[in-house]
């Protein structure tokens, strides 16, 4: 009879291993399934926040940018346009061109990269003081109001009042520059 006991408990201890075996393998593919959907959207879904200061709350989504962000936006590409000097400028135009898509490249890279030789070559010195900013979130628009000041060979220049145009697009969770204009006064 013990026999007997003892046979009845090693097929049930068996059918338990089983059964534990298969829930543990369950749980395993369960996992790696979950783990590689979360990472697929992980990296479908990647978010890039820049400007690197950031001092306020904004919202993005795939489709759409507010105001909050788009100024900070307009911000940071003003800074990396207009606050220059002689060692810095390389490097602040190539960040900005980075914001640029590629089929603007040609004409805005030409432009930059004969702005920062005079710059160089000249020592010129310069900051942009922004006054106001103004966004049309619709046409992806802004308008910035402010000084220009400039410092060439050491020889202060008088400030310059001026406003600059910035045509942005944002599409599937990327910002890009498309220009940066002075605005004429009529």
């Given at each position: 009879m013990?026999?007997?006991?003892?046979g009845?408990?090693?097929?049930?201890?068996r059918f338990?291993n089983y059964?534990?075996?298969?829930?543990?393998?369950?749980?395993?593919?369960?996992?790696?399934g979950?783990?590689?959907a979360?990472?697929?959207?992980?990296?479908a879904?990647?978010r890039?926040?820049?400007?690197?200061?950031?001092?306020?709350?904004?919202t993005?989504s795939?489709?759409?940018?507010?105001?909050?962000?788009?100024?900070?936006m307009?911000?940071?590409w003003?800074?990396?346009?207009?606050?220059?000097t002689?060692?810095?400028?390389?490097?602040?135009?190539?960040l900005?061109?980075?914001?640029?898509?590629p089929?603007?490249?040609?004409?805005?890279?030409d432009?930059?990269?004969?702005e920062?030789?005079?710059?160089?070559e000249?020592?010129v010195?310069?900051?942009?003081e922004?006054?106001?900013?103004?966004?049309?979130?619709?046409?992806?628009?802004i308008?910035?109001?402010g000084?220009l000041n400039?410092?060439?060979?050491?020889?202060?220049l008088?400030p310059?009042?001026?406003t600059?145009l910035l045509?942005?697009?944002?599409?599937?969770?990327l910002?890009e520059?498309?220009?940066?204009?002075?605005e004429?006064?009529?």
């Amino acid at each position: 009879m013990l026999n007997e006991h003892n046979g009845e408990a090693l097929k049930a201890a068996r059918f338990i291993n089983y059964v534990l075996t298969a829930v543990v393998l369950i749980t395993a593919l369960g996992t790696a399934g979950l783990s590689f959907a979360l990472l697929s959207q992980n990296q479908a879904e990647k978010r890039t926040f820049v400007p690197p200061h950031i001092d306020r709350a904004f919202t993005i989504s795939s489709d759409a940018v507010d105001e909050a962000y788009l100024s900070m936006m307009a911000d940071w590409w003003i800074h990396l346009k207009f606050n220059v000097t002689p060692s810095n400028v390389k490097r602040q135009f190539n960040l900005l061109i980075t914001y640029v898509p590629p089929k603007y490249w040609s004409g805005l890279q030409d432009k930059l990269m004969r702005e920062a030789e005079f710059i160089i070559e000249n020592d010129v010195t310069s900051f942009f003081e922004v006054d106001t900013l103004s966004i049309n979130l619709n046409e992806m628009k802004i308008r910035v109001r402010g000084t220009l000041n400039k410092t060439i060979a050491g020889r202060t220049l008088d400030p310059e009042p001026v406003t600059y145009l910035l045509q942005a697009n944002y599409s599937s969770g990327l910002i890009e520059l498309h220009t940066i204009a002075k605005e004429i006064p009529l």
